[in-house]
């Protein structure tokens, strides 16, 4: 799948055969070389100026922006025609971390800020706008269409002839496909027309520090709120602002949502951000001690992109087993900073009959539980790839990945103030897939644990359900029957499902007749046919998170050893560190406080299609493949074996592998657990 991207600019000024573009940009269009695009520029022009965001060392790896496209090619980078001048600028909030050796960054955002964030002597006063945005109507914008190839001089001179005529070519838009979330804002995809500098300063004027005018504001009514129907995630959060009211949500939550996109792009600096914060907390009277909720979102942001910064300059995070090849790397969902570990299992060996390598891969997805992250999964990556390499298994001839993420709000991802529910994880998750597990492989098996294993089912339910089902079409909503957690299409590239010692409800075919006969979650969620929202206040729930994070936080080993009662000695200090160091980060306040609030799940009956436990009449995302549960028996936080057995009872197909561990078996027991997942996928033919 190709991986989409904005190259972007606010505007492109044509004037005596000189080009300048000031960034962001509204070129769009797949991926490709952004060198060879600039060297086709400089035929047309007598000099390119291209003045570009440089967003840190994380961003450059990733290659998501113009400029780190360059910097990834240092020696196409020198041969660059001299009429192109590069001219990056930094968005960095302060310059003595970045300027200090990076390596030796603070493990902890605790210690990071007494070193550096007690003064504002050493904040970097925001960049001054360029003259000729000034002048910048919405008449004279203009974006060009989206390209699955490379863009030729003859196309850039016919689009930027377009433009100077001030006609729109035509958008290809790939509809049904668009990403949904937080992107821009919660309410749908990003509109371009609506992220530029000049949006975002007359967004900045009409915010006042009162979420509440701002959510009822004519350019909030007029430029954000364009809910996906299709999508459980939109549905959910409108029901916590219904009848428009921002209680429910987090103190500038709904500014930051929108603002996402503007500063991935460089719309928007973080220092012009946090000026704007402290003149407003000034204006408003904030209480000296109520900290502006912008600047924290501020400090997050330029935190998590250090500590990406410094683990990648290291080359080598903690719990990296080098030897093991797991490398950790970063992507961004919706704009926001998020780590995964990729690693190779099985290289496929050629064929008996061919010196050929097979081309085929597969993914192995792993999702991780509250409070862990996506490195509690190494010990069981390792002993899949000693079992899948074993002689028994040779007839394998697909190349094996395994993918492990840190959700968003957890482990070493960023920890935006936002209100996290279970469909914001599955929408993330299943973006997750799409973007970079399917640019890799060609299929794979999703499981997870816990609180993750749900997060793996719903996943593997909303990835079946794709444009080629029967009635979709782009304009399909819940009333014409679909409902997914983004509200976007699956791929259909899902094979098999593991849960071990997953978090959901599910009932017994006892429990449903009793109950009688319900509409599912789904469309109840969808519909709005749920009971009116209720939450906490705001004040108890953040006092209540706090000390819940207060009372665990020096428990934590205490806590883990009772979940892995077989073989405690798996809670070492690796384990019991890095889940306080995530707890330390700005934002996970954000996540505990989420937990009060939480929308009702869908249940396992409706999202593995068990023949009872839900009526429907919309079409649902549903999983009816192949199922493992590599149950932990001795989990001291359910009755593992009856919840075994309610999993097995909902349909053919579901398997119980059970293991004498807790509730982390995967970390407790990693070579039990990685056999009874290698041994299903090998007994089911899931390995190609």
């Known amino acids: 799948m190709l991986r989409s991207a904005i190259k972007s600019v606010e505007e492109t000024i044509l004037l005596e055969q000189k080009i300048t573009t000031t960034s962001p940009c509204k070129l769009q269009y797949y991926v490709g070389d952004t060198i060879t695009c600039l060297q086709n520029l400089a035929e047309l022009f007598h000099d390119v100026n291209l003045h570009v965001c440089d967003l840190g060392e994380a961003d450059n790896s990733m290659r998501y922006t113009p400029y780190s496209s360059i910097v990834t090619k240092e020696h196409m980078f020198s041969s660059l025609d001299p009429k192109i001048k590069i001219i990056p600028w930094s968005c960095n909030l302060r310059n003595e971390p970045w300027d200090d050796d990076v390596r030796n960054l603070p493990d902890t955002y605790t210690v990071y800020k007494q070193k550096y964030c007690l003064s504002d002597s050493n904040i970097l006063q925001p960049l001054p706008i360029p003259k000729a945005i000034s002048t910048l109507t919405s008449d004279n914008l203009f974006h ?19 433009s100077r005529m001030r006609t729109r070519p035509t958008t290809r838009e790939l509809e049904g ?21 000049q949006d975002v300063q007359s ?38 602002i219904m009848p428009s009211t921002t209680k429910n949500l987090l103190d500038g939550e709904i500014l930051l949502r929108y603002l996402s996109a503007p500063l991935m792009f460089g719309c928007l600096s973080i220092r012009q951000l946090r000026k704007f914060a402290l003149n407003e907390k000034k204006k408003t009277g904030f209480s000296f001690f109520r900290r502006s909720p912008l600047v924290d979102a501020v400090e997050s942001r330029e935190w998590h992109r250090l500590f990406a910064a410094s683990c990648m300059m290291k080359d080598a995070v903690k719990y990296h087993y080098k030897k093991e090849n797991i490398t950790y790397k970063y992507w961004r969902w919706q704009g926001f900073l998020c780590r995964y570990s990729i690693s190779s299992l099985v290289e496929a060996s050629s064929t008996p009959d061919s010196q050929e390598t097979s081309s085929s891969s597969f993914g192995v997805v792993l999702l991780h539980g509250f409070g862990a992250n996506g490195a509690q999964w190494e010990k069981m990556i390792v002993e899949m790839s000693k079992k899948l390499n074993a002689v028994e298994m040779k007839k394998i001839s697909s190349n094996i990945v395994a993918f492990a993420p840190d959700l968003l709000g957890f482990g070493q991802s960023e920890k935006p103030f936002l209100t996290y529910t279970q469909y914001l994880w599955e929408s993330y998750s299943s973006a997750f897939l799409k973007e970079i597990v399917l640019d890799q492989v060609d299929q794979y098996v999703i499981g997870g644990n816990s609180i993750g294993g749900y997060t793996a089912m719903a996943c593997a339910a909303d990835e079946s359900l794709t444009s080629s089902h029967e009635g979709w079409s782009p304009s399909i909503n819940v009333e014409t029957g679909f409902a997914t957690a983004s509200g976007a299409p699956g791929s259909g590239r899902c094979r098999g499902l593991v849960l071990l010692n997953t978090a959901g409800k599910v009932f017994t075919k006892e429990d449903v007749d009793i109950a009688g006969p319900t509409l599912s979650v789904a469309e109840m969620t969808s519909k709005r046919k749920l009971p009116e929202f209720s939450a906490p206040p705001a004040l108890v729930a953040s006092w209540g998170g706090q000390g819940l994070l207060w009372y665990l936080r020096p428990r934590i080993q205490s806590i883990c ?5 077989t073989n405690p000695s798996a809670v070492d200090d690796n384990l019991c560190n890095s889940i306080l160091r995530d707890s330390l980060d700005p934002g996970a306040l954000a996540v505990m406080i989420s937990g009060s609030k939480l929308p009702p799940p869908r249940t396992a009956n409706e999202l593995l299609g068990a023949s009872f436990g839900s009526i429907n009449t919309v079409i649902e995302s549903k999983w009816t493949g192949p199922v493992l549960i590599a149950q932990g028996m001795k989990d001291p936080l359910n009755d593992a074996v009856g919840r075994a057995n309610m999993f097995q009872a909902l349909r053919e197909g579901i398997e119980i592998a059970p293991l004498d561990g807790g509730h982390c078996p995967h970390d407790e027991l990693p070579g039990e657990a990685a056999s009874a997942v290698c041994d299903w996928m090998s007994r089911k033919k899931i390995l190609v």
């Open 177 to 197: 496909d668009r990403q949904t979330g937080l992107f821009s804002t919660h309410w749908g995809t990003i509109n371009p027309q609506f992220c530029s500098e």
């Open 203 to 240: 967004c900045l004027e009409e915010y006042n520090n009162d979420d509440e005018e701002f959510l009822k504001s004519s350019w909030y009514q007029s430029r954000v709120i364009t809910s996906n129907q299709r999508s459980l995630e939109h549905a959910a959060l409108n029901r916590m």
């Open 561 to 565: 050893v009772n979940l892995y009662p």
């Open 144 to 162: 060009l269409p989206t390209f699955s190839e490379l863009v030729s001089v003859k196309e850039l001179a016919s689009l930027l002839l377009s």
